[in-house]
């Protein structure tokens, strides 16, 4: 696994970092993380048996997603959430902290990358592959991180439920 500190510096992509305690929900981000700029997200991480294929959903953090509608969006009859394992292999995070900056690890570039339409052009608050901090990022750095680490993204209107 990649340390996301050296990476960043490393391919000079900007952040605002901010330390709290460690957040399992947004709900809990909401109430011990410090006021930061830009949006707050929570991240869907997402596994089609049937096609072998894995999604990562970025998304504001008040939105529920209508899941049967994103099925169609996505193309596929079935998926879920992706386990604690496959989590640890893709993206090197555990659960409560998977973050878009987990990608840094998808070597293999199995994970697709879908951002909801509202946060696109937006700074997002994002992990550094732990939950006890947090990193704010312009759109422009994400579009170039995800460059770098070979992952094309789509903006998407998800569907909420």
Do not use: W
Request: with cysteine; charged share 20%.
């Amino acid at each position: 696994m990649q340390d996301i500190y050296s990476f960043l510096k490393d391919n000079s992509i900007d952040y605002l970092q901010f330390t709290h305690p460690a957040v399992f929900t947004c709900e809990e981000a909401s109430r011990l993380c410090p006021m930061m700029p830009g949006k707050a997200i929570k991240n869907l991480f997402l596994y089609s048996k049937q096609k072998d294929q894995y999604f990562f959903v970025v998304i504001g953090h008040d939105k529920s997603v209508d899941l049967k509608k994103l099925k169609t969006l996505l193309n596929v009859s079935h998926f879920s959430f992706a386990s604690e394992e496959q989590l640890k292999k893709y993206i090197g995070v555990e659960p409560g902290s998977v973050t878009i900056l987990g990608l840094i690890n998808d070597v293999e570039h199995k994970v697709s990358v879908f951002i909801d339409m509202p946060l696109c052009g937006n700074a997002l608050q994002c992990h550094p592959l732990v939950n006890t901090a947090t990193l704010v990022i312009d759109f422009q750095e994400i579009e170039r991180f995800l460059k770098l680490t070979g992952h094309a993204y789509q903006c998407l209107d998800i569907p909420a439920r």
